[in-house]
C-alpha cells in the first residue's frame, strides 16, 4: 500500500487548509486511516482517525471542533479538513493506513499502523 499526502501549505492563522491522502492498491476500502502530525523537535502525535466505512471518527483534543476527518472508498483517499488553524498546528503532518480493520475500528497509537505515507507540511503564521 502507497500513501501519498498533498494539500499542505502555508497559511495565516485562522484559516483553513484540507489534506488529502490518497492510497494505491485494493485494500483501502478494509483498512482503518490515521491522521498525524510532527512538529520539529517533538514527536509524532495523533490527530485524527476513521474506521474503514467512515462510520466512526476520533480526533485528538487539540484538534476536536477545528479538523474534520473524512474518506471517499471510491477514490482511495482519505482527507483532513483543517479549519481555524493555529500557529501550534505547524507541522508535517502524516496519513497512516491499517490493513483489515474490524467495521468501527479506529486507532491512535503509531504502532497500530502498518502503512504511512510521506508527510506533507503545514505551515500557520501567526
Known amino acids: 500500500v502507497e500513501l501519498v499526502e498533498s494539500g499542505g501549505g502555508l497559511v495565516q492563522a485562522g484559516g483553513s487548509l484540507r489534506l488529502s491522502c490518497a492510497a494505491s492498491?485494493?485494500?483501502?476500502?478494509?483498512?482503518?486511516m490515521g491522521w498525524f502530525r510532527q512538529a520539529p523537535g517533538k514527536e509524532r502525535e495523533f490527530v485524527a482517525a476513521?474506521?474503514?466505512?467512515?462510520?466512526?471518527?476520533y480526533y485528538a483534543d487539540s484538534v476536536k471542533g477545528r479538523f474534520t476527518v473524512s474518506r471517499d472508498n471510491a477514490k482511495n483517499t482519505v482527507y483532513l479538513q483543517m479549519n481555524s488553524l493555529k500557529p501550534e498546528d505547524t507541522a508535517v503532518y502524516y496519513c497512516?493506513?491499517?490493513?483489515?480493520?474490524?467495521?468501527?475500528?479506529?486507532?491512535?497509537?503509531?504502532?497500530?499502523?502498518?502503512?504511512w505515507g510521506q508527510g506533507t507540511q503545514v505551515t500557520v503564521s501567526s
Open positions: 497512516a493506513a491499517k490493513r483489515t480493520a474490524f467495521l468501527l475500528t479506529v486507532l491512535t497509537r503509531l504502532n497500530e499502523y502498518d502503512y
Open positions: 476513521i474506521s474503514r466505512s467512515g462510520g466512526n471518527t
Open positions: 492498491g485494493r485494500t483501502f476500502s478494509s483498512s482503518a
